[in-house]
Every structure is written in structure tokens, then in C-alpha cells.
């Protein structure tokens, strides 16, 4: 029963922690180009010139 007082302050201070990256990259524009990583997969961007 003393784990409990222990493990519940730890999992509600790492669930905080989480939840505040997460708003960290809702404002830092982590989220706001999601096509575009899905789009840049497709592109063949070879930059030196030579091909395979």
C-alpha cells in the first residue's frame, strides 16, 4: 500500500509531463504540415547526380 503513495504522484507528474510536449508541439507547428511528410516520401530528390 506505500507503493501506491509513491507510483501515483510518479504517473500523474510523467502523464503531465506528456501531455505538456504535447501542447509544446501543438504550438511549435509540429503538427501542421501532415501531407507533407507523406508527399516528400514519394519525391526522388537525388542531389549528386548519380543514379544508382
Given at each position: 500500500?506505500?507503493?501506491?503513495?509513491f507510483?501515483?504522484?510518479?504517473?500523474?507528474?510523467m502523464?503531465?509531463?506528456g501531455l505538456?510536449?504535447?501542447?509544446w508541439?501543438m504550438r511549435?507547428?509540429?503538427f501542421?504540415d501532415?501531407?507533407?511528410a507523406?508527399?516528400?516520401?514519394?519525391?526522388?530528390e537525388?542531389?549528386?547526380?548519380?543514379m544508382p
Open positions: 500500500m506505500t507503493q501506491l503513495t507510483l501515483i504522484p510518479i504517473a500523474l507528474l502523464g503531465a509531463a505538456a510536449a504535447f501542447f508541439a511549435d507547428g509540429q501542421e501532415l501531407d507533407g507523406a508527399n516528400r516520401i514519394l519525391i526522388d537525388d542531389d549528386d547526380g548519380n
